[in-house]
């Protein structure tokens, strides 16, 4: 009795009791005890995550994808015009080579383009909602929900029962994962921070709407994600959880020079029995291997998921 | 004693008990009193308020003119390519004609590049709170707070206090407000809207900060007002307050098509005694013409500044 008790009461059940946990239960400890000199307030305990690769799998290709595949194969048959896009051709025959070719990946921007702009905020809401309704990872089956890490999960309630607010800060589509973020990982719109384009405001008919367009990119990604961490937070997080070089800049942002206490974690693929095993060399995105390279020296911490979780994807 | 506790317990004490009021009180009470049909859980109860005439007084010019002005008196000594500039000198000499000129207020912009980039987001918070320690408004006195009105403050609190999240969306300087605006209003800098460009990453001795630069401006103001509220809060609010054509944008993505039941309202400077009196010609900003104009058929309300408030300015 006393034993279940004790287990319940765990915040991190999935997190075996080695390095990494005690290092951030430690510093959780620490910035709330007041009086302990590290104690930091409420408003100032944020904490920002990457998602894809550190909340949720991103292989074998990241889950943004599948969105844009499926809206592209629901839309052909009745849209000649976009059917005929080489582009869309070239992401319906499986081709990424073709959409990542190129500096800026033309191809990728041209079929995101096509899935992700010209309906208003309201429509493309209810079609990421009834995409994901549908979802199934060709692995580990249906359900977003089944593509998530337990351990992530956990990791969140546990901060934000200590005071944190948690943001997600991450180059997928702002729009595309506040339509879920709230029921995966209690993460509110307002605390969704991701890639961007202008929406225009349109009136008509006594209905005001905002239409998605491509003007005005913003990349949530690398040197960017502080910038965007600024702009829409405005705070220097005290926590950033990261797993490829994407999230670096974010990681040094929030540890380096920073007057309150502060924690950068990066979560190292190692399980490819339970989920995937790479970092310089990831599937398609993700790739992991500077800040790999500077943690030690930064004082992150890296955790091993073969090692580290005793659960890694979430039940479904 | 029963009186004093009764006066001490009404939450908008600086609102007379007008029509202005009362539709604010029966918004609130229907949208928090739960099975009323027209309930509304608190997650969705956003409200956005304008700053400049809304918040606070935007005459005899806008408040940041004034740290712009205090700013470039600062400098010019020490940095004779600054005063050498001939909107620097237009600014120091009141030539604001000069500044506003074109259809891009050139000058304008010139100034706030000069006074509102080049240095870190920390340093630039540093320079706005300490003008702030030494403003004074030339009719009202000493301090930020003598400029803001008591009943929009009641307002912020009791819209707080009603479950209610409360987010400045203003043409202002995100960064520039969000330097008091926890003080004055209550709103941290995560609830803060503003006029913003881009920062830029920088790492230089072990220290990670974010540099102000002129790139990507986005002027929060018109038709940018909703596109600026989706892109930070991801929700449409339900509730607005303004006072110019500046906002009218902004009550409309609030109150038109709104699945949620809404209010609009439109602070009108009619107090030239206590405050000052315009509309369609304001002393610098924050013309309200025909914002004033479509608020009947939009169901907005009007709050008349003279008659509505039995205060206005904030004691200090």
Known sequence: MHASTAVAADPLPSWRDRA?????????????????GEYVEEAERIAVFDNDGTLWSEA??????????????????????????PMVQAALAGDFDALMAGQSHAGLLRVLQLTHTGMTTDDFRRRVRAWAAQYRHPRFGAGLAAVTYTPMRE??????NNGFTTYIVSGGGADFMRAFAQELYGVPPEQVIGSTTDTEFVLADGVAALRKTSERMFIDDKLAKPVGI????????????????????MLEYTTLGNPHPSLGVLVHHTDAR???AYDASP?????????????????????DMAADWSNVLHPH
């Open 274 to 276: 339970r989920e995937y």
């Open 230 to 249: 600024h702009e829409r937070i405005g705070r220097r997080p005290v926590m950033a959880v990261g797993n490829s070089d994407g999230d670096q800049a």
């Open 20 to 36: 990494s946990r005690q290092a951030i239960v430690a510093f959780v400890e620490k910035v709330t005890a007041r009086g302990s």
């Open 283 to 303: 599937p398609v995105s993700g790739r992991l291997a500077n800040a790999l390279a500077v943690a030690p020296s930064r004082g992150w911490i890296v955790v």
């Open 60 to 85: 074998p290709m990241p889950v943004q994808m599948d969105f844009v595949l499926h809206e592209l194969k629901r839309r052909a048959p009745q849209e000649p015009e976009l059917a005929s896009d």
């Open 155 to 160: 990791l969140l309630d546990y901060l934000r």
